[in-house]
Protein backbone atom coordinates (compact mmCIF):
# COMPACT_ATOMS: atom_id res chain seq x y z
CA UNK A 1 0.00 0.00 0.00
CA UNK A 2 1.30 3.67 -0.56
CA UNK A 3 2.16 6.15 1.88
CA UNK A 4 -0.93 8.63 2.46
CA UNK A 5 -0.51 11.78 0.53
CA UNK A 6 0.61 14.70 2.56
CA UNK A 7 -2.42 17.47 2.25
CA UNK A 8 -2.12 20.75 4.18
CA UNK A 9 -4.90 22.53 4.79
CA UNK A 10 -5.20 26.47 5.10
CA UNK A 11 -8.62 27.93 5.97
CA UNK A 12 -9.97 25.10 8.40
CA UNK A 13 -11.82 27.44 10.37
CA UNK A 14 -14.28 28.34 7.71
CA UNK A 15 -17.11 26.97 6.03
CA UNK A 16 -15.32 24.80 3.59
CA UNK A 17 -12.63 24.09 5.72
CA UNK A 18 -14.36 22.81 8.41
CA UNK A 19 -16.27 20.42 5.69
CA UNK A 20 -13.00 19.41 4.68
CA UNK A 21 -11.85 18.12 8.02
CA UNK A 22 -15.10 16.22 8.32
CA UNK A 23 -14.37 14.51 4.38
CA UNK A 24 -10.86 13.51 5.56
CA UNK A 25 -11.90 11.24 8.19
CA UNK A 26 -11.74 7.58 7.79
CA UNK A 27 -9.60 7.81 4.38
CA UNK A 28 -6.02 6.26 4.77
CA UNK A 29 -5.31 7.12 1.47
CA UNK A 30 -4.88 10.95 2.52
CA UNK A 31 -3.13 12.27 5.73
CA UNK A 32 -4.47 16.38 6.16
CA UNK A 33 -2.71 18.59 8.24
CA UNK A 34 -4.13 22.04 9.09
CA UNK A 35 -2.34 25.32 9.54
CA UNK A 36 -4.78 27.66 11.81
CA UNK A 37 -4.31 30.76 13.21
CA UNK A 38 -6.05 29.90 16.89
CA UNK A 39 -7.75 26.35 17.54
CA UNK A 40 -10.35 24.75 16.40
CA UNK A 41 -12.04 21.56 17.04
CA UNK A 42 -11.49 18.42 15.02
CA UNK A 43 -14.40 16.69 13.96
CA UNK A 44 -15.28 13.24 15.55
CA UNK A 45 -13.37 10.40 14.52
CA UNK A 46 -10.52 12.86 13.00
CA UNK A 47 -6.93 11.29 12.73
CA UNK A 48 -5.42 14.21 11.66
CA UNK A 49 -2.71 16.97 13.30
CA UNK A 50 -3.68 20.50 13.73
CA UNK A 51 -1.11 23.41 13.50
CA UNK A 52 -1.52 26.86 15.53
CA UNK A 53 0.70 29.59 14.47
CA UNK A 54 0.35 33.38 13.53
CA UNK A 55 0.40 34.31 10.10
CA UNK A 56 3.65 35.71 9.88
CA UNK A 57 5.30 32.39 10.83
CA UNK A 58 2.87 30.24 8.50
CA UNK A 59 6.01 30.16 5.90
CA UNK A 60 7.99 28.28 8.52
CA UNK A 61 5.00 25.74 9.54
CA UNK A 62 4.39 24.90 5.88
CA UNK A 63 8.33 23.92 5.15
CA UNK A 64 7.76 22.02 8.07
CA UNK A 65 4.61 20.40 6.65
CA UNK A 66 6.42 19.62 3.07
CA UNK A 67 3.00 18.68 1.92
CA UNK A 68 2.48 16.77 -1.03
CA UNK A 69 -0.70 18.72 -2.23
CA UNK A 70 -2.18 21.83 -0.54
CA UNK A 71 -6.07 23.33 0.00
CA UNK A 72 -5.99 26.40 0.17
CA UNK A 73 -9.85 27.74 1.96
CA UNK A 74 -8.57 31.01 3.27
CA UNK A 75 -11.06 33.64 3.22
CA UNK A 76 -12.49 36.79 5.18
CA UNK A 77 -15.82 38.72 4.89
CA UNK A 78 -16.35 42.67 3.48
CA UNK A 79 -18.01 43.01 6.88
CA UNK A 80 -15.39 41.59 8.95
CA UNK A 81 -12.39 43.46 7.20
CA UNK A 82 -14.02 46.51 8.40
CA UNK A 83 -14.80 47.33 4.72
CA UNK A 84 -11.76 48.49 4.47
CA UNK A 85 -9.54 47.52 0.83
CA UNK A 86 -6.53 46.89 2.41
CA UNK A 87 -7.48 44.68 5.16
CA UNK A 88 -9.73 42.35 3.11
CA UNK A 89 -6.71 42.06 0.68
CA UNK A 90 -4.27 41.45 3.62
CA UNK A 91 -6.07 38.19 4.05
CA UNK A 92 -7.76 36.92 0.44
CA UNK A 93 -4.81 38.15 -1.63
CA UNK A 94 -1.41 38.71 0.51
CA UNK A 95 -2.51 36.19 3.03
CA UNK A 96 -3.36 33.63 0.14
CA UNK A 97 -0.60 34.26 -1.77
CA UNK A 98 2.26 33.89 1.07
CA UNK A 99 0.32 30.16 1.98
CA UNK A 100 0.56 29.31 -1.98
CA UNK A 101 4.47 30.46 -2.15
CA UNK A 102 5.17 28.44 1.31
CA UNK A 103 3.87 25.37 -0.74
CA UNK A 104 5.38 25.81 -3.92
CA UNK A 105 8.59 26.61 -2.13
CA UNK A 106 8.39 23.45 0.11
CA UNK A 107 7.45 21.17 -2.62
CA UNK A 108 3.77 20.80 -3.00
CA UNK A 109 2.88 19.50 -6.77
CA UNK A 110 -1.01 20.45 -6.13
CA UNK A 111 -2.26 23.56 -4.83
CA UNK A 112 -6.21 23.95 -4.77
CA UNK A 113 -7.80 27.13 -4.54
CA UNK A 114 -11.07 27.72 -3.34
CA UNK A 115 -12.52 31.10 -4.97
CA UNK A 116 -15.42 32.20 -6.20
CA UNK A 117 -17.86 32.16 -8.62
CA UNK A 118 -17.37 35.29 -11.03
CA UNK A 119 -14.08 35.50 -10.20
CA UNK A 120 -11.89 38.12 -12.88
CA UNK A 121 -9.37 40.16 -12.44
CA UNK A 122 -11.33 43.07 -14.50
CA UNK A 123 -14.30 42.82 -12.73
CA UNK A 124 -15.81 46.47 -11.32
CA UNK A 125 -16.36 44.54 -8.51
CA UNK A 126 -13.84 44.33 -5.52
CA UNK A 127 -14.60 41.57 -4.19
CA UNK A 128 -14.08 39.28 -7.38
CA UNK A 129 -11.79 41.29 -8.88
CA UNK A 130 -9.24 41.05 -5.68
CA UNK A 131 -10.57 36.69 -5.96
CA UNK A 132 -9.50 37.19 -9.62
CA UNK A 133 -6.43 38.70 -9.49
CA UNK A 134 -5.47 35.84 -7.10
CA UNK A 135 -6.38 33.53 -9.39
CA UNK A 136 -3.80 35.06 -11.85
CA UNK A 137 -0.84 35.37 -9.10
CA UNK A 138 -1.11 31.46 -8.54
CA UNK A 139 -1.24 30.85 -11.90
CA UNK A 140 2.57 31.85 -12.03
CA UNK A 141 3.49 29.27 -9.42
CA UNK A 142 4.37 26.64 -11.26
CA UNK A 143 2.48 24.30 -9.52
CA UNK A 144 2.86 20.80 -11.11
CA UNK A 145 -1.00 21.19 -11.02
CA UNK A 146 -3.45 23.52 -10.26
CA UNK A 147 -6.82 23.45 -9.05
CA UNK A 148 -9.45 26.98 -8.84
CA UNK A 149 -12.73 26.31 -7.60
CA UNK A 150 -14.95 28.39 -8.36
CA UNK A 151 -18.56 27.83 -6.61
CA UNK A 152 -21.49 29.30 -6.61
CA UNK A 153 -23.67 30.16 -3.12
CA UNK A 154 -22.07 28.06 -0.37
CA UNK A 155 -24.92 26.38 1.77
CA UNK A 156 -23.61 24.96 5.49
CA UNK A 157 -23.95 26.71 8.98
CA UNK A 158 -21.57 29.76 9.65
CA UNK A 159 -23.14 30.93 12.38
CA UNK A 160 -22.68 35.02 12.77
CA UNK A 161 -20.91 35.20 9.30
CA UNK A 162 -23.71 35.23 7.14
CA UNK A 163 -25.12 38.56 5.76
CA UNK A 164 -28.97 39.13 6.16
CA UNK A 165 -28.91 38.80 2.43
CA UNK A 166 -26.70 35.59 1.93
CA UNK A 167 -29.36 33.67 4.84
CA UNK A 168 -32.66 35.00 2.58
CA UNK A 169 -30.56 33.76 -0.55
CA UNK A 170 -29.99 30.38 1.02
CA UNK A 171 -33.39 29.99 1.97
CA UNK A 172 -34.89 31.08 -1.35
CA UNK A 173 -31.81 29.05 -3.23
CA UNK A 174 -33.99 25.44 -3.79
CA UNK A 175 -36.36 27.75 -5.60
CA UNK A 176 -34.20 30.23 -7.49
CA UNK A 177 -31.76 27.36 -8.65
CA UNK A 178 -34.59 26.00 -10.96
CA UNK A 179 -34.24 29.05 -12.57
CA UNK A 180 -30.81 28.93 -13.11
CA UNK A 181 -30.64 26.76 -16.39
CA UNK A 182 -27.87 26.64 -19.00
CA UNK A 183 -25.48 28.85 -18.78
CA UNK A 184 -26.25 30.27 -15.68
CA UNK A 185 -25.63 26.78 -14.01
CA UNK A 186 -22.89 28.07 -12.65
CA UNK A 187 -24.43 30.58 -10.56
CA UNK A 188 -27.05 28.31 -8.60
CA UNK A 189 -25.79 27.73 -5.12
CA UNK A 190 -23.88 24.48 -3.68
CA UNK A 191 -23.48 22.39 -0.85
CA UNK A 192 -19.84 23.52 1.33
CA UNK A 193 -19.83 19.60 1.58
CA UNK A 194 -19.39 18.80 -1.87
CA UNK A 195 -16.80 21.58 -2.45
CA UNK A 196 -15.00 19.90 0.01
CA UNK A 197 -15.10 16.43 -1.11
CA UNK A 198 -14.07 17.71 -4.65
CA UNK A 199 -10.92 19.73 -2.92
CA UNK A 200 -10.07 16.47 -1.32
CA UNK A 201 -10.13 15.12 -4.83
CA UNK A 202 -7.97 17.63 -6.87
CA UNK A 203 -5.42 17.11 -3.88
CA UNK A 204 -5.26 13.76 -5.37
CA UNK A 205 -5.23 13.73 -9.24
CA UNK A 206 -1.95 13.64 -10.84
CA UNK A 207 -2.84 15.25 -14.63
CA UNK A 208 -0.93 18.31 -14.82
CA UNK A 209 -2.30 21.53 -15.85
CA UNK A 210 -4.58 24.17 -14.46
CA UNK A 211 -7.83 23.83 -14.20
CA UNK A 212 -11.17 25.82 -13.27
CA UNK A 213 -13.77 24.35 -11.93
CA UNK A 214 -17.58 25.38 -11.76
CA UNK A 215 -20.50 24.00 -9.99
CA UNK A 216 -20.75 21.15 -12.19
CA UNK A 217 -17.13 20.02 -12.16
CA UNK A 218 -16.60 20.53 -8.55
CA UNK A 219 -19.73 18.07 -8.09
CA UNK A 220 -18.49 15.63 -10.70
CA UNK A 221 -15.27 15.78 -8.31
CA UNK A 222 -16.73 15.14 -5.18
CA UNK A 223 -18.38 11.66 -6.59
CA UNK A 224 -15.37 10.36 -7.95
CA UNK A 225 -14.10 11.24 -4.03
CA UNK A 226 -16.85 9.31 -2.58
CA UNK A 227 -16.19 6.83 -5.27
CA UNK A 228 -12.32 5.97 -4.41
CA UNK A 229 -13.38 5.74 -0.50
Given amino acids: MSEPKRVLLVGATGLVGTRTME ?13 TRREAPLPPG ?6 VAEPAEWGTSVAAVAPD ?3 CALGTTWRKAGEVEAAFRAVDEELVLRV ?6 AGARNFVLVSSVG ?17 AAARQLGFH ?5 RPGLLRGPRGEDRRRGERLAILASPLTDLFLGGGRRHLRSIDAR ?3 RAALQFAREKARGTFVHDNDSILRAARRFDGAA
Avoid: C, P, Q
Avoid at 145 to 149: A, S, V
Fill in 194 to 196: SVA
Fill in 46 to 51: ARMEML
Fill in 100 to 105: ARAARG
Fill in 119 to 135: ADRASRAFYLRVKGEVE
Fill in 69 to 71: AAI
Fill in 23 to 35: AGVGREDLRLIAL
Fill in 145 to 149: RLDIL
